[in-house]
């Protein structure tokens, strides 16, 4: 099946600084998300990001389908943006289920 | 915006037990899924529903566990005789169409076995 490798698998930031998160996927997808997990364990949908690039305030996603990576840009980071993202890819084809990657914890320190 | 939403947030059970978890998806959505999170591990796919019945099913979703529509709004997930490592979060979620790639999740129904 298809393989989502994050990096980095953890990452810590004083308040302030910027960053970036890595999603790499193994074959071709009809879909890719970005969640954030919070402290209370609920996923958070932050984009929905098949191609192209978007942003929301402080966040932005670009996604390269055609070389099979996407990247979440986080910019002047603050403690509440600590906890787990995760990537995760539609499947193209039968099977039509997201595939979770391992996440990235990111810490955020005042 | 709709919601999907679980019920109940947090369960403890003792070992054996049967336990169902419950879901309502977003009203017009045609296609549904359990997801289920061990405590600092990534999240992983058990089941996918469409048209009332089992789309795909991954290895851990073995006899031991079951899925139902039984109305025209809930989906829940029955664990017959639950061990100590079904402790987990469980996530719902659902999806439109198969045109419509977005899922839209459920906050998760933490599952304490004891």
């Known amino acids: 099946g298809i393989q989502v490798e994050q990096s980095p698998p953890d990452l810590i930031l004083q308040e302030g600084a910027n960053s970036t998160l890595r999603c790499n996927f193994s074959?071709?997808?009809?879909?890719l998300q970005w969640f954030h997990q919070n402290p209370w364990g609920q996923l958070i949908n932050l984009f929905y990001?098949?191609?192209g690039t978007k942003q929301n305030g402080r966040l932005s996603a670009t996604t390269v389908a055609t070389e099979r990576y996407s990247l979440l840009y986080i910019s002047s980071s603050q403690t509440t943006d600590s906890g787990v993202y995760f990537c995760?890819?539609?499947?193209?084809?039968?099977?039509?289920?997201?595939?979770f990657g391992k996440g990235t914890k990111l810490t955020v320190n005042p | 915006e709709p919601e999907v939403t679980q019920t109940p947030s947090h369960q403890v059970t003792q070992m054996g037990q049967e336990v169902i978890l419950r879901c309502v998806p977003i009203?017009?959505?045609?296609?549904f899924y359990w997801y289920r999170q061990i405590l600092g591990q990534k999240v992983e796919f058990l089941v996918s529903?469409?048209?009332?019945?089992?789309?795909?099913k991954s290895e851990i979703f073995d006899d031991q566990f079951s899925v139902e529509r039984p109305d025209g709004s809930n989906f829940t997930l029955k664990i017959r005789s639950t061990k100590l490592e079904d402790s987990a979060m469980y996530f719902c979620?659902?999806?439109?169409?198969?045109?419509?790639?977005?899922?839209?999740f459920g906050a998760g129904s933490r599952l304490t076995v004891l």
């Open positions: 009203s017009n959505h045609l296609y």
């Open positions: 529903f469409y048209n009332n019945e089992i789309s795909e």
């Open positions: 979620a659902s999806r439109k169409s198969s045109g419509a790639n977005v899922l839209t």
């Open positions: 074959d071709s997808v009809n879909n």
């Open positions: 990001i098949p191609s």
């Open positions: 995760a890819v539609l499947t193209q084809g039968g099977s039509e289920k997201l595939v």
